[in-house]
């Protein structure tokens, strides 16, 4: 019975290391915070990202060339999600899905998302320097959105992944649908939990995807 009490945590703990760091999957493992993998619902912001110009890119370059370039963007990005303690709830190619506040509650999660998100459009603009110079024409487009989520297990048996579902998932990736070149789209809710911090620029109002109301959009230009 020990035994396999302990396959069973050796079990659970590799599951939660393809999601969190080793640290808070065994702290998770110990009883020390609750099973982030458990259907709860919680307050988070929401940063998507993409790379402009990728499919172009891919379409012409080698594969060599576009897994290269791949790597180069997912460890620069990787860092500054560890450095600001983000969670990686996925990425597809050269698109990504971050979120603050699960499952490690922080105390200012629209900070945090938006600090990340400058310091990606900053790397990515160092990166593009050197893309340019063999032909890659790449920029970043970001989106950010807060509010209330329901996060856990999804999937089926054999085959969980950890995910987050709601409304302010769909406005995040609307808002990274609709960022130009080296933008960072937010609305105005979440402007207000961080308009001390940036200066943007209003875009106007975007028909987006299932809303039925045109959203106002702000271009975070620059931290204060």
């Known amino acids: 019975?020990?035994?396999?009490?302990?396959v069973t945590q050796l079990e659970r703990l590799s599951r939660l290391k393809r999601f969190f760091s080793p640290q808070l999957a065994e702290l998770i493992v110990a009883g020390g915070a609750?099973?982030?993998?458990?259907?709860h619902r919680r307050e988070v912001t929401v940063v998507f990202l993409d790379l402009r110009g990728f499919t172009a890119f891919a379409e012409t370059a080698e594969p060599e060339e576009v897994m290269g370039v791949l790597r180069e963007y997912h460890a620069a990005m990787g860092k500054l999600i560890l450095e600001h303690e983000g969670t990686l709830e996925r990425f597809t190619g050269d698109g990504m899905m971050i979120f603050f506040n699960d499952p490690v509650i922080v105390s200012n999660p629209v900070e945090r998302a938006v600090r990340m998100a400058v310091a990606?459009?900053?790397?990515?603009?160092e990166m593009s320097i050197d893309w340019r110079k063999h032909g890659y024409d790449l920029s970043l487009g970001i989106g950010i959105a807060q509010g209330y989520a329901t996060i856990g297990a999804i999937g089926y048996e054999g085959r969980l992944d950890y995910g987050a579902v709601g409304a302010v998932i769909n406005l995040a990736a609307r808002l990274c649908d609709e960022a130009?070149?080296?933008?960072?789209?937010?609305?105005?809710?979440t402007l207000g939990e961080c308009e001390q911090l940036v200066e943007v620029q209003g875009v106007g109002e975007l028909h987006l995807k299932g809303?039925?109301?045109p959203v106002?959009?702000?271009n975070v230009t620059a931290l204060k």
């Open 211 to 213: 809303f039925a109301r």
């Open 180 to 189: 130009r070149d080296g933008q960072i789209l937010t609305n105005q809710k």
């Open 34 to 39: 609750e099973d982030p993998l458990k259907t």
């Open 1 to 6: 019975q020990r035994v396999q009490e302990q």
């Open 216 to 218: 106002p959009i702000f």
């Open 120 to 125: 990606m459009r900053e790397r990515v603009n």
